[in-house]
């Protein structure tokens, strides 16, 4: 079935560091692709997404690009600050609208 | 816009009674929401799809007559959690969709954390 596998975490980096956290998919088809970003204690907030292809989804910072080549979407910012500490969650729909099918979740740490 | 709230935010509850969570779309029509459940450290796993007026479609190994789930308008569904066991304890979290608008974009809530004792 469809599935996606992220990094494991927790990530821990200093302020103002590179950040990646890989991304990949298996998919029988063409999904849309999304990164969803949770705050301690929260729902799930949409931070980005690509539904085609070479697609680059940005947002606050935050770029991911979909790759069809390598079934990716890794997740990446230039400089991170503390207030990105949260856990990121890729995931993958087959029908835009559809259920979502999420990663395992990947803990950001950033300290000061 | 496109917000979605769920009550209670937190729940404490004994062994063998039952618990109702709300998830309501407050500034767009819902016409699909999806049920979520989320334990400690873990990601995110589908529990039902349930769309207005018809019955929630659950995914396999969730039990439906436990997890009772209502979709009686476009803004609001509700998940009863019947006669529930220290074992139902986890991070409920709603997803609300609007099929008709053409953006396809699930809006989630900020979730229920239910306390089972």
């Known amino acids: 079935g469809d599935s996606v596998t992220q990094m494991e975490g927790p990530v821990t980096l200093s302020e103002e560091a590179f950040l990646t956290i890989n991304c990949t998919y298996t998919?029988?088809?063409?999904?849309?692709l999304f990164w969803y970003v949770q705050y301690p204690g929260e729902g799930l907030q949409l931070l980005l997404k690509?539904?085609?292809?070479?697609d680059k989804g940005s947002n606050k910072g935050f770029e991911a690009t979909y790759r069809k080549e390598t079934t990716s979407f890794h997740l990446e910012k230039g400089s991170v600050q503390v207030s990105d500490s949260a856990v990121y969650f890729c995931a993958l729909c087959m029908e835009y609208g559809n259920k979502l099918v999420f990663g395992a979740g990947t803990i950001l740490r950033v300290k000061s | 816009g496109a917000v979605v709230s769920q009550h209670p935010s937190r729940v404490i509850c004994k062994s063998g009674t039952s618990v109702k969570i709300e998830c309501r779309s407050l500034d767009f029509q819902a016409t699909t929401m999806f049920w979520y459940r989320q334990f400690p450290k873990q990601s995110l796993m589908l529990m039902a799809t349930?769309?207005?007026?018809?019955?929630?479609?659950?995914e396999q190994g969730v039990e439906k007559d436990k997890f009772l789930i209502n979709h009686a308008s476009l803004t609001l569904s509700t998940l009863t959690v019947t006669s529930a066991h220290p074992e139902d304890s986890s991070f409920y979290i709603c997803?609300?969709?609007?099929?008709?608008?053409?953006?396809?974009?699930?809006?989630f809530g900020p979730g229920t954390r239910l306390t089972v004792t």
């Open positions: 997803s609300a969709t609007n099929r008709g608008s053409g953006t396809y974009e699930q809006y």
């Open positions: 349930s769309n207005e007026g018809s019955k929630a479609t659950y």
């Open positions: 690509a539904t085609k292809a070479d």
């Open positions: 998919a029988t088809g063409y999904p849309s």
